[in-house]
């Protein structure tokens, strides 16, 4: 059965995520702050301040707001561009009134940093570099041209150069710093997020088609003694209606007719799940079931169970998890997709612990990302040596985060490593180690089957 393709959320789209009013409101505490600044500075502290320019800058502010609330609706989401010129408004905004008032001498030029750390939040980088870049060359001539403050006394209020370029450099560095830093730490939980959400997709891929598995399972189960009594019936009035041909070919068709279907009920419940009676599988089945779609891919897939015991009775009985399944199907795919002819999958149990073991006679993980594994990477796809050596590899190291995340949820702890030179395959190795209370199944009477709860 083919499967849709996860369609990832585009990164150069997290700007549309940014509310129109959010800024708004944002813009008017902003505007609050700098009437209350102005007056604070003139009646309290005594500060000759360009009163007038700086009432004209504070009014494009509040233009602006009124502007937006009247024309745009309250859930108004911007784009990129709309995003940027708003940022840019507002550092142009800002910068004027620090030119008005002081220049790099005002302590509040500092909150030049605000526009740009939201940009470097909900912007690509190439519109945060672009804002970080203006705010540099305001804050530069903000430095260079601005009004001197005065007191009342018309005592100039002017620091050091020295202090004044010390407080230009750090304004410029902690801009530099912010955008990389801040941008950095977004894109890794976006990244997160993501891989997050294609985990989430591919589990509920995987249970859907454990129910719909389940689904037929169950009916092939119930229907089976329906269908063997039609058989048995059919077949004796077969022998019954021999000098009838009529009847007797209506009985025959009856007798072939419950036998197919009873064939096409086994065929399509192959991979059932659903029925009680077969949601508990041997931890041998289990690995087996998880590794059967990748058997057949020209790579020599050999099993290896704890003392030959495959078929000991006593071998742990585990819950048919999804996540489970799921989640050792991605690690083998990734081993025979890396593997030069074969793949070991080593399987035991023991007292406390239930474990298995895969490894290949490919080159093994990188040393560079070897303590990364299980991280979503989340790369574009490169055409590559790496990618020509494994067809359909999107590099974007989803395949392994999705299966070590779902293991991982579902009680193992995993390891990942290179196979040392005295093990019998020299590639990569992954390890996962159980607790046996984390899969095996409660020893209970199974009942009868429960109908399948669709969401």
């Not at 585009?10 to 505490?29: E, I, K, Y």
């Not at 997020?193 to 995987?206: D, H, K, P, V």
Request: charged content about 20%; aromatic content about 6%; some cysteine.
């Amino acid at each position: 059965m083919s499967q849709p393709s996860i369609g990832y959320i585009d990164q150069n789209a997290r700007s549309n995520w940014m509310r129109l009013r959010t800024l708004v409101l944002v813009r008017w505490f902003a505007i609050a702050g700098q009437v209350l600044a102005l007056v604070i500075g003139q009646q309290l502290y005594g500060l000759k301040l360009a009163l007038g320019p700086c009432a004209i800058a504070i009014g494009l502010s509040v233009l602006t707001n009124l502007l937006a609330v009247v024309i745009f609706p309250d859930n108004r989401r911007l784009s990129e561009a709309e995003t940027v010129l708003t940022l840019l408004f507002d550092t142009l905004q800002l910068s004027l009134l620090l030119a008005f008032t002081g220049g790099l001498n005002n302590p509040f030029a500092l909150l030049i940093l605000a526009p740009v750390t939201i940009a470097a939040t909900v912007l690509p980088s190439r519109s945060t570099l672009l804002l970080a870049s203006c705010a540099v060359g305001m804050v530069t001539i903000v430095g260079l041209v601005h009004i001197p403050l005065r007191t009342e006394n018309n005592n100039l209020l002017e620091m050091p150069v020295v202090f004044v370029f010390g407080f230009w450099v750090a304004i410029v560095t902690g801009i530099i710093f912010i955008s990389i830093y801040t941008r950095r730490v977004t894109a890794e939980m976006t990244s997160m997020s993501e891989a997050l959400l294609a985990t989430q997709m591919a589990l509920a891929r995987e249970q859907k088609l454990t129910d719909l598995g389940g689904v037929v399972a169950a009916t092939a189960h119930e229907l089976g003694t329906p269908l063997a009594t039609i058989k048995l019936v059919s077949a004796e009035l077969m022998e019954e209606l021999q000098d009838a041909k009529d009847l007797h070919s209506d009985a025959q068709l009856i007798h072939e007719q419950a036998e197919r279907c009873g064939d096409i009920l086994r065929s399509m419940g192959r991979a059932g799940k659903d029925d009680l009676h077969l949601r508990i599988t041997p931890w041998s089945a289990l690995v087996r079931e998880a590794a059967e779609p990748h058997l057949d891919r020209g790579k020599n897939v050999k099993f290896v169970f704890s003392q030959n015991l495959e078929f000991d009775m006593d071998q742990p009985k585990t819950l048919r998890k999804p996540e489970v399944i799921h989640g050792l199907r991605n690690l083998i795919q990734n081993a025979v997709d890396f593997a030069q002819s074969e793949v070991r999958i080593d399987v035991g149990w023991s007292e406390a612990e239930i474990f298995v073991t895969i490894s290949d006679d490919g080159s093994g993980f990188a040393p560079q990302v070897i303590n990364r594994i299980g991280d979503p990477f989340m790369r574009r796809k490169k055409h590559d040596a790496q990618s020509s050596a494994r067809p359909g590899y999107d590099g974007m190291g989803l395949g392994l985060f999705i299966a070590k995340t779902l293991l991982e949820r579902s009680g193992s702890e995993l390891e990942f490593l290179n196979a040392s030179t005295d093990h019998s395959l020299r590639g990569a190795v992954v390890r996962g180690v159980w607790p046996r209370g984390k899969l095996e199944a409660a020893k209970l009477p199974i009942g009868q089957n429960r109908p399948i709860g669709v969401s």
